[in-house]
């Protein structure tokens, strides 16, 4: 829906209970929202690789946890969850979306260092500058280490690019509403080692066959087989991300992101 017809102070779901798509420009990333029922996105273009595995692979895994946490027979995981249950959540998003990048262009998608360097110099003391600083130093190192374009122009503006990405990349360190100037060596929440924790779980879940698990908001480790044991979650009841859906959309706009070859 266009965003001017959007109410962002609405409570609750649209009043047909179904879900809406919100984009704007005043939206910084990608995001869903369970309490009103919407998938917000940015106006800003994307490449390729962005839309198809990160849009549609690990933004949409979190609608489909959102989805199946209202199956859980128990309110407290349809309302709150568990706790640490980032890890599964965001396990299951990046495993999604590394599932679509191997596929569709041929890469596999690990998870780089620039949030962990980034969350290493606020742990050691480092305010909101010096994390920027060290996650776009981090992230130049990794460009130039792979660019095959080394044009100036095209330089500068990557630099750009990943000072924006590194700027918007360290707030979530410092979401709680400390300041920005805080030089206190700790990280505020737990989520935020979530992204060091996520690939090993997740390998774990899929050697014994449980990853599909990941799919429900609100669940961990510990209250995942609790749920399986006590006969409050079943399997057949879960609903997963349709890989054929997205391959069909990509091989419907593919052509958009061709570069057109004038010799």
């Known amino acids: 829906m266009p965003a001017e017809e959007f109410n962002s102070k609405r409570k609750g779901a649209a009043p ?5 798509f919100v984009m704007s420009d005043g939206y910084g990333s990608m995001s869903v929202n369970k309490s009103q029922n919407i998938i917000k996105a940015p106006t800003r273009d994307r490449s390729a690789h962005e839309l198809i595995s990160v849009m549609l692979g690990h933004e949409f895994s979190h609608f489909i946890q959102s989805l199946n946490q209202s199956k859980i027979k128990l309110k407290l995981y349809d309302e709150i969850g568990g706790n640490r249950r980032m890890v599964l959540a965001e396990g299951a998003a990046m495993l999604m979306q590394k599932e679509i990048s191997e596929q569709l262009f041929g890469f596999s998608e690990l998870p780089k260092p620039n949030y962990v360097k980034a969350m290493s110099e606020k742990n050691n003391g480092g305010n ?3 994390s920027v600083k060290a996650y776009y130093e981090c992230s130049l190192r990794i460009y130039f280490a792979t660019a095959e374009n080394m044009d100036p122009m095209v330089l500068q503006e990557k630099a750009k690019e990943l000072l924006r990405i590194s700027v918007r990349g360290c707030k979530r360190l410092f979401r709680t509403g400390e300041s920005l100037e805080a030089r206190e060596a700790v990280l505020s929440k737990s989520k935020d080692t979530v992204y060091l924790e996520q690939l090993m779980v997740m390998e774990q879940l899929k050697e ?3 990853e599909k698990f990941a799919l429900v908001r609100g669940l ?4 995942l087989f609790i749920l399986l044991k006590d006969g409050f979650i079943e399997e057949d009841d879960i609903e997963t991300l349709n890989l054929n859906f997205i391959k069909n959309i990509w091989e419907k706009i593919k052509g958009n992101f061709a570069i057109e070859n004038k010799i």
């Open 128 to 130: 909101y500058l010096d």
């Open 16 to 20: 047909d209970g179904k879900w809406q």
């Open 220 to 223: 961990n480790l510990d209250s």
């Open 208 to 210: 014994a066959g449980l």
